[in-house]
């Protein structure tokens, strides 16, 4: 896990740079993605506390990002007041152009494994993602 962990922070750096992205805008895009593609977009004070930075630095984040095309706001169809965090069109193929050829390498990675090696590997990853968040939880709010 922490080897994965490390090299896909490396790989993350390498896009970031390669994009002219910077690091704090990566992991905001990296929580938006990932929320996004859960079917759970995320709003600005949710990715305020993932991001674990005030509300005006999230706010000049966001407005850069708006700005730069990688990402932009919706309203909540839930709730009118707050506002979801969507990827644009453009940040997306930026993205997919470059994990692109990753995803090749996983795919050739694990092409050999059984539907049943695949399916159990799915459930190691799913109940560490849920123990990571369980602990993530339980952790005191740094002062």
């Known amino acids: 896990m922490r080897a994965i962990t490390a090299q ?3 790989i993350g750096r390498h896009f970031a740079r390669a994009n002219a992205v910077g690091s ?3 992991h905001a895009l990296l929580h938006i993605m990932v929320s996004e593609t859960a079917g759970k977009p ?3 004070a949710q990715l305020r506390q993932r991001m674990d930075v005030s509300p005006a630095a999230i ?8 700005e730069a095309g990688h990402i932009r706001r919706e309203p909540d169809p ?3 007041r707050k506002w979801q965090l969507r ?13 692109r050829p990753l995803r090749a390498h996983l795919s050739k990675a694990v092409a050999d494994l059984s539907d049943k090696d695949l399916d159990a590997a799915h459930r190691v990853f799913s109940a560490m ?6 602990f993530e939880e339980e952790l005191e709010p740094p002062r």
Do not use: K, N, P, Q
């Open 59 to 66: 706010t000049y984040l966001v407005d850069r990002m708006i």
């Open 24 to 26: 704090s805008d990566f």
């Open 78 to 80: 839930e709730d009118r």
């Open 129 to 134: 993602v849920a123990a990571m968040s369980s």
């Open 42 to 44: 995320l709003t600005l």
């Open 87 to 99: 990827y644009e069109e453009s940040g997306m193929s930026l993205a997919h152009a470059f994990f």
């Open 8 to 10: 896909s922070d490396r």
